[in-house]
Structure formats: C-alpha cells, structure tokens
T-cell receptor, first 111, second 118 residues
C-alpha cells in the first residue's frame, strides 16, 4: 500500500530556514499536502501542490516536488518560534478521496 | 481557507455512555467528510469516510456498530461513540473535502475533540 515517510524531529534557531522532507511511494499521487498541527489542536492546511508542479511558493513557504524521486519538501523561511509545531505531509492518490499521512515532523524553533 | 468546526471540543463521560461529536463545514458544502483518531505523539488514523446521504465506509478494524456515523446534510456529519470505554479515550478529528475552483481538491480539518472516558 501507500507509504509516506518523514523525519521525526527538526530543531532550528529563530531566523534560520527550516526544511522538512517527505518521501512517498505511490506514483499515482495527484495531490500532496502539508499540514501544521499545534498542541491540542486540529490540522491546519498550510499548502498543497499538484503532482504536475515542481515548485510552489506562498509567502514564507516553499514546496518542492521531485516526482521522479517521489520526494516532497517544505521550506520555511525566517522561521519563528510560532512555527514550532508538528508538520504532516500527506498524499492523495488518483481516484481516491482519502489521504495518506506521514507520522509528522516535530519542528522546534529556539530563540 | 475553508472553516470546519467540531463540537464539543472536550468531553468527559462515564464508561458505558454514548457520546456524539458533530463536525460542520461552515462556508462550503462537503459531500465527503472523514473521521480520524489520533493517539498521543502519533499520526492520524483514518476511521471512516462519510458520504452525504449514504452509509459510511469504515476502515479495516474499526467497528461500525461502535462508531456510528451519520452524514445527513452537506454541512454536517456526526460520530457517535456508543457504550464508550476507557480505551476509546482519544483525540477525534474530522475533516471535510472541498472541491474549490481551479481544480482544487483539499481537506480542511476541524479543531478536534478530546474524549476522556472514565
């Protein structure tokens, strides 16, 4: 079945850039998403990318997709302490409505 | 982005009672909603897919008689945990599928419901 893998933890200093990586196995993935979850809260959709795109930028967020390697990354520029959260990568395969989530990457931003 | 609400945000109940959780899409219609369960420090586990006007589709290992799902309108899905037991204590999150403009197909999540069964 589909599998989505993420590194579990990332620590950066305030003002640095953060890069969170994700790999997936389903070659029929059509949409790939990044969600943010703060403690005790639901998931907030940060951004998404179609599988026919290589890059998408939205303010401080840049998503890069390497479809050949099935690798997705989320870059957060000028990381702030408020960016500390768990970030989930998710993919949706063609013809399916359900999402497959990675286990989440905990981002810790220190002052 | 679109807004999805959940109610209640937190509930504590006695073992053996039933608890109903509501999920609403506030500014869009959702023919499909999803119910997830999340354990501490873990990812989301999809429990079921709820389609408006039809029976929910449950994932393997999820008891449909224990977790009753009703999706009676395009903006409301409910999850009822029947005869709750302490092992049902968890964080339950719903999401709603939004087909927006320009081919957008996204899921928006509710804020979650923390269920504690004593």
């Amino acid at each position: 079945g589909e599998d989505v893998e993420q590194s579990l933890f990332l620590s950066v200093r305030e003002g640095d850039s953060s890069v969170i990586n994700c790999t997936y196995t389903d070659s029929s993935s059509t949409y790939l998403y990044w969600y943010k979850q703060e403690p005790g809260a639901g998931l907030q959709l940060l951004t998404y990318i179609f599988s026919n795109m290589d890059m998408k930028q939205d303010q401080r967020l840049t998503v890069l997709l390497n479809k050949k390697d099935k690798h997705l990354s989320l870059r957060i520029a000028d990381t702030q302490t408020g960016d500390s959260a768990i970030y989930f990568c998710a993919e949706r395969a063609s013809g399916y409505s359900t999402l497959t989530f990675g286990k989440g990457t905990m981002l810790l931003v220190s002052p | 982005g679109a807004v999805v609400s959940q109610h209640p945000s937190r509930v504590i109940c006695k073992s053996g009672t039933s608890v109903k959780i509501e999920c609403r899409s506030l500014d869009f219609q959702a023919t499909t909603m999803f119910w997830y369960r999340q354990f501490p420090k873990q990812s989301l586990m999809l429990m079921a897919t709820s389609n408006e006007g039809s029976k929910a589709t449950y994932e393997q290992g999820v008891e449909k008689d224990k977790f009753l799902i009703n999706h009676a309108s395009l903006t409301l899905s409910t999850l009822t945990v029947t005869s709750a037991h302490p092992e049902d204590s968890s964080f339950y999150i719903c999401s709603a599928r939004d087909f927006g403009t320009s081919g957008r197909d996204t899921q928006y999540f509710g804020p979650g419901t923390r269920l504690t069964v004593l």
